[in-house]
C-alpha cells in the first residue's frame, strides 16, 4: 500500500529539471514586463486618483523618486517612442513662412508624437519634448475651485500638479512647435485641462529653453483649430496665421510671470499669509515696485457709464475714494451720450478724466434689458496709451490702496461662482487686437448671465485669484448669524482690513441714509447690511458739497421706497427696518432732482 502510494507520488511531482526550466520561464516574462513598464511609464500611475493631489502645489511637490523616474524616461524613451510612432501618421506639412526663419534650426515638438513630422527634418534638427499626459480624471474644478480657504483658518490653499517635461534634459530651442488641443465647438471646450497643460508646458519651454533675440522675443509656432488661449500667447505677439498655423513672438519677460503664477484659482496670486506662518504677507516689495512715477503714467483706473444717470453717484464716491488711497494713476471715466453735460463737469470735478464712447449692444440681448449694452466695457481694451489698467464698476468704494495689482496680469480678478471670476474688480491689458477678438466673438459666445461677466470668463478661462478682500462683495448667501457677524466686523473694521466693499444689491444712494433699503424688498435682503450702509455714506459726507449734490434722490425713487417700507410693513419683515423713523433730508420736495 505504501509502494503504491510513493509511485503515485512520484508520477505526480514533477522533476526537479523541469521545476528549473519553469522558474527560468517566469522570470524572463517578469524581465519582459518590467523593462516594458519601466521604458514606458504610464500617467496612470502618477494619476491614480486625482483627487488626492488636490492639496500638492506645482511649486511646492518635489518627490526624488518620482523626479529620478521621469529623468529617466526622459534620457530613455527617445529611442522606444520614435519605433513606435504610428504607421498611418498624419503628416503634418511645414507652413509656408517657417521657410522665412531659415534651417539650421533647433525645433522643439510638443504633442506631435502621433504626427508625422519627417518634413520638419529637412529645416534643422527636431527635438520631442516627452511629457505625461494629465489624466482624464483631472477636471477643471480642481484647478479653479469655487472657494479656497485665503484667509487659512482651517487650511492652506494648494494647486494640483500637471505633469511637466524634465525641461533640464533639454538643449535650447530656436523654435517650439506644438499641436494645441481643441474639443471645439463641444460644450466646455475652453475648459479642457489637457488643453491647458499643453500651453503650459511649451510656455515654461519658452522662458526655460527658447532663444530669445535681442527684444527678450522667442519663436512659437503652434497648430491648433481653434484660437491659441490669449491668456498664456497674447494677439499683439501674433506675426503670422496661416490656415491651422499660428506664429508668436513671444515677450518672454512677460510669459515668464504668467507661468510663474499658481496654475489656477486654486491658490492666491497675491497671498495673505506668509507660507507655513501665522505672519501677514509682506508686501512691501509689490508696493516699491508701483511707485516710480515714470510706470505710474503707464497705467490707470477706469470705470464705465452708459445708457442712464443711475450711477453718476456712484461714480464720484469711487473717484473720491481712490484719490484717498493717494494714487498717482490716471482715473479714466468711459461714458455714453446719456451722461448730461452737468453731470460729466461734476464727474471731471470728482478726479475722473472723460472719453466719450459709442455704446456696445449684446446681440444675444433682449431689447430694452439691463444688460443690452453691458459689451461696453469691452472699450476699456481700447485705452492702448496705458500697459495696464484696474477696472473697477461704480458701485464700489476703496478702503485701501490698490496700486500693488498693477503687479499683476490680465486676467487677475477674485473668485465668484464656480471656476469664474468677478468682473467688478479687473486688471487687463488694453490691445486693439484683444478688442477686435472680443467684438468678433459676440454672436457665438454665450454669457450665463447675459452681460460682460459672463462673455469675458469663456474668453479667459485661465485667470489668477486675487483675495476676496480686494473685492468684497456685500451679499449674506449663507444668512446666518456667524457669517453676519463675521461681514460686517470687516465693513467695519478702522483702519480697514478690506480693499473694497462692492454694493450689491440696492445702491446706497438710492436709499434713504437712515438705513440699508434692502431690508425692505424681500429678493434683496441678502445684500442688507447697515454697517456697510453706515460706511458708504461716511465717505458721501466727507465730499464737496457740490458733489453731494449729485447723489440726491429723484421723484421716483423716494416714491420707489416709501413703497417698499410700507409693503415690508404689511408683509411684517421681522427686522423691522420698515418701522424706523426716515430723518434723510433728502426726501424733502425741494431737494429731489427728477
Not at 262 to 279: R, T, Y
Not at 311 to 332: E, F, M, N, S
Request: neutral net charge.
Amino acid at each position: 500500500m505504501e509502494v503504491s502510494s510513493l509511485q503515485k507520488l512520484f508520477k505526480t511531482a514533477p522533476s526537479k529539471a523541469l521545476v528549473i526550466r519553469i522558474n527560468l520561464v517566469c522570470l524572463a516574462i517578469f524581465l519582459v514586463v518590467y523593462a516594458t513598464l519601466l521604458l514606458q511609464p504610464s500617467s496612470s500611475v502618477y494619476f491614480e486618483n486625482a483627487a488626492s493631489l488636490v492639496r500638492c502645489s506645482l511649486r511646492e511637490c518635489h518627490h526624488k523618486e518620482e523626479k529620478s523616474m521621469k529623468m529617466k524616461a526622459v534620457l530613455e524613451e527617445p529611442e522606444f517612442k520614435t519605433r513606435m510612432r504610428k504607421q498611418n501618421a498624419s503628416k503634418i506639412e511645414v507652413p509656408r513662412f517657417f521657410g522665412e526663419m531659415g534651417k539650421g534650426l533647433k525645433m522643439g515638438m510638443v504633442n506631435m508624437h502621433e504626427d508625422d513630422v519627417s518634413e520638419w527634418n529637412n529645416l534643422g534638427e527636431t527635438t520631442e519634448v516627452y511629457f505625461e499626459r494629465v489624466s482624464e480624471f483631472f477636471n477643471w474644478t480642481d484647478l479653479f475651485p469655487e472657494w479656497i480657504d485665503e484667509e487659512e483658518e482651517s487650511d492652506v490653499p494648494s494647486c494640483p500638479e500637471i505633469p511637466m517635461p524634465e525641461f533640464a534634459a533639454y538643449e535650447n530651442m530656436d523654435v517650439i512647435i506644438a499641436k494645441l488641443p481643441c474639443k471645439y465647438p463641444e460644450e466646455g471646450w475652453a475648459r479642457d485641462v489637457f488643453r491647458l497643460q499643453v500651453h503650459m508646458i511649451v510656455g515654461n519651454l519658452v522662458v526655460k529653453k527658447g532663444k530669445k533675440d535681442w527684444n527678450w522675443k522667442t519663436k512659437v509656432v503652434l497648430w491648433s483649430k481653434c484660437r491659441p488661449m490669449m491668456e498664456v500667447f497674447r494677439c499683439n505677439d501674433l506675426v503670422k496665421q496661416e490656415n491651422e498655423w499660428w506664429y508668436y513672438e513671444v515677450d518672454v519677460k512677460w510669459l515668464e510671470q504668467k507661468v510663474s503664477l499658481p496654475v489656477g484659482s486654486c491658490n492666491l496670486a497675491l497671498p495673505l499669509w506668509e507660507q507655513g506662518i501665522d505672519k501677514v504677507y509682506d508686501t512691501s516689495k509689490l508696493e516699491q515696485n508701483v511707485q516710480s512715477e515714470a510706470r505710474a503714467k503707464r497705467e490707470a483706473y477706469a470705470t464705465v457709464l452708459h445708457s442712464s444717470e443711475g450711477y453718476v453717484c456712484g461714480a464720484i464716491t469711487l473717484a473720491q475714494t481712490l484719490l484717498r488711497t493717494g494714487t498717482k494713476r490716471d482715473l479714466v471715466l468711459l461714458l455714453d451720450s446719456s451722461i448730461s453735460a452737468v453731470k460729466r463737469r461734476a464727474l471731471e470735478l470728482s478726479g475722473w478724466k472723460i472719453r466719450l464712447i459709442s455704446r456696445i449692444r449684446n446681440p444675444l440681448a433682449e431689447n430694452g434689458t439691463y444688460n443690452e449694452y453691458n459689451y461696453s466695457k469691452f472699450r476699456l481694451w481700447q485705452l492702448t496709451e496705458y500697459e495696464r489698467v484696474i477696472f473697477i464698476d461704480a458701485d464700489i468704494i476703496i478702503l485701501r490702496n490698490l496700486d500693488i495689482l498693477f503687479n499683476f496680469p490680465q486676467m487677475s480678478a477674485t473668485g465668484n461662482d464656480q471656476s469664474i471670476f468677478n468682473s467688478g474688480i479687473m486688471v487687463l491689458e488694453p490691445s486693439n487686437c484683444t478688442f477686435d477678438v472680443l467684438m468678433s466673438r459676440r454672436h457665438d459666445v454665450v454669457s450665463y448671465n447675459g452681460g460682460d461677466q459672463g462673455f469675458l470668463n469663456e474668453i479667459f478661462v485661465w485667470w489668477h485669484r486675487l483675495p476676496r478682500r480686494v473685492n468684497f462683495l456685500k451679499n449674506f448667501w449663507a444668512n446666518t448669524t456667524l457669517e453676519a457677524s463675521v461681514k460686517n466686523a470687516m465693513f467695519g473694521a478702522d483702519p480697514p482690513r478690506l480693499y473694497a466693499i462692492h454694493y450689491l444689491g440696492l445702491k446706497p444712494w438710492h436709499c434713504y441714509r437712515d438705513y440699508d433699503c434692502n431690508w425692505d424688498v424681500e429678493d434683496q435682503r441678502v445684500y442688507a447690511s447697515d454697517v456697510a450702509h453706515r460706511r458708504w455714506w461716511k465717505v458721501h459726507d466727507a465730499m464737496d458739497l457740490r458733489l453731494q449734490s449729485l447723489c440726491r434722490l429723484t421723484r421716483k425713487r423716494r416714491t420707489e421706497l416709501n413703497w417698499e417700507r410700507r409693503k415690508a410693513g404689511k408683509l411684517g419683515l421681522p427686522d423691522m427696518h420698515w418701522k424706523i423713523n426716515v430723518t434723510d433730508p433728502r426726501r424733502q420736495g425741494s431737494l429731489l432732482i427728477d
